[in-house]
């Protein structure tokens, strides 16, 4: 008789531990979808409302064109405009990758675009287009360097050759903190990092 209720027992401490062992997998595999639920939610919360991408059609056109990577061209615009076209900073830059009509003009000559119009850096496939193409001149210009390409958007191509010339940086330079400018430090982090997240949530193929 001890026996027999040893063994019952023994039965409902095995189908315990199997009940709990379930209420652990099952609560395992609750807390995978909801993560995963909210992984997507986060994603399409971020594409919403901070990294929106507008104009992805063109920023791959003219990306493809002009041989620069899309994820940098977006990651370009959305810190100088946040794909807002109508904007002009205090300096006269214009549209959504803030041009200067100076500049602009001088892209417009390199391309042999022939119907240029400061009123058409308003639109976003022109605007788009010059911007790229002078990114991608920058890229050729510093050898592909990602820190000298982009101070030069930012403070001015002749800036950074005169950087370049006093301190003695060659093409391999890679220290955005010596760089003088602060805006221009804080600039390349702003994009470098804009661009890993448009990397990550819309080319993860790339």
């Given at each position: 008789?001890?026996?027999?209720?040893?063994?019952?027992?023994?039965?409902?401490?095995?189908?315990?531990?199997r009940?709990?062992?379930?209420?652990?997998?099952?609560?395992?595999l609750?807390?995978?979808?909801?993560?995963?639920?909210?992984?997507?939610?986060?994603?399409?919360?971020?594409?919403?409302?901070?990294?929106?991408?507008?104009?992805?059609?063109?920023?791959?056109?003219?990306?493809?064109?002009?041989?620069?990577?899309?994820?940098?061209?977006?990651?370009?615009?959305?810190?100088?405009?946040?794909?807002?076209?109508?904007?002009?900073?205090?300096?006269?830059?214009?549209?959504?990758?803030?041009?200067?009509?100076?500049?602009?003009?001088?892209?417009?000559?390199q391309?042999?675009?022939?119907?240029?119009?400061?009123?058409?850096?308003?639109?976003?496939?022109?605007?788009?287009?010059?911007?790229?193409w002078?990114?991608?001149?920058?890229?050729?210009?510093?050898?592909?360097?990602?820190?000298?390409?982009?101070?030069?958007?930012?403070?001015?191509?002749?800036?950074?050759?005169?950087?370049?010339?006093?301190?003695?940086?060659?093409?391999?330079?890679?220290?955005?903190?010596?760089?003088?400018?602060e805006?221009?430090?804080?600039?390349?982090?702003?994009?470098?990092?804009?661009?890993?997240?448009?990397?990550?949530?819309?080319?993860?193929?790339?």
């Amino acid at each position: 008789m001890a026996e027999a209720f040893h063994l019952r027992l023994e039965e409902r401490r095995e189908k315990t531990k199997r009940r709990n062992r379930n209420w652990v997998i099952a609560a395992c595999l609750l807390f995978c979808l909801a993560g995963a639920a909210f992984a997507v939610q986060s994603e399409r919360f971020q594409k919403k409302y901070i990294y929106p991408y507008p104009h992805q059609e063109l920023v791959a056109q003219y990306a493809a064109q002009y041989r620069v990577e899309s994820s940098l061209v977006a990651g370009v615009i959305m810190s100088e405009s946040k794909f807002q076209d109508e904007v002009h900073s205090d300096r006269g830059a214009v549209g959504l990758m803030q041009l200067m009509p100076t500049t602009a003009a001088w892209v417009a000559e390199q391309i042999e675009y022939t119907d240029y119009s400061m009123e058409k850096l308003h639109e976003p496939a022109t605007n788009i287009r010059f911007g790229t193409w002078y990114l991608s001149s920058l890229q050729k210009e510093f050898c592909g360097n990602e820190v000298l390409m982009l101070a030069a958007y930012n403070a001015g191509r002749g800036t950074v050759h005169s950087w370049m010339e006093e301190r003695g940086w060659d093409m391999n330079f890679t220290d955005v903190n010596q760089i003088p400018y602060e805006e221009t430090r804080l600039y390349i982090g702003r994009v470098l990092k804009n661009r890993e997240k448009y990397r990550d949530l819309y080319e993860r193929n790339y």
